[in-house]
């Protein structure tokens, strides 16, 4: 089982950047593909980027090149950087941990991103 940790949010105006950062122990962290998800008050959570161990990514299309996820197999650690932020970008991003044979989810805690416009 892996544990999650975010950090890196809070408050910026739109057209800024901010950096997320997932650090996660107590499992082979290479056996995960990662993610980020978000969720904005009143509406589900939705995916924002992916990255599996060889470092192929996904992204939801409203973020497609201006978010871009990274992971540091050696560090433990999956990094979202977000760039040209938006105020439809303001949510609760969470780390997303799945693992690749079992397929069982693993979150972290969330961390929030407030944009202003």
């Known amino acids: 089982q892996v544990q999650l940790v975010e950090s890196g949010g809070g408050l910026v105006q739109a057209g800024g950047s901010l950096r997320l950062s997932c650090a996660a122990s107590g499992s082979i962290f290479s056996l995960y593909a990662l993610g980020w998800y978000r969720q904005a008050p009143g509406k589900q959570r939705e995916l924002v980027a992916t990255?599996?161990?060889?470092?192929?990514?996904n992204y939801a299309d409203s973020v497609k090149g201006r978010f871009t996820i990274s992971r540091d197999n050696a560090k433990n650690t999956v990094n979202l950087q977000m760039n040209s932020l938006k105020p439809e970008d303001t949510a609760v991003y969470y780390c997303?941990?799945?693992?690749?044979?079992?397929?069982?989810?693993?979150w972290g805690q969330g961390t929030q991103v407030t944009v202003s416009s």
């Open positions: 997303n941990a799945q693992h690749v044979i079992t397929k069982l989810h693993y």
């Open positions: 990255i599996r161990s060889g470092g192929s990514t």
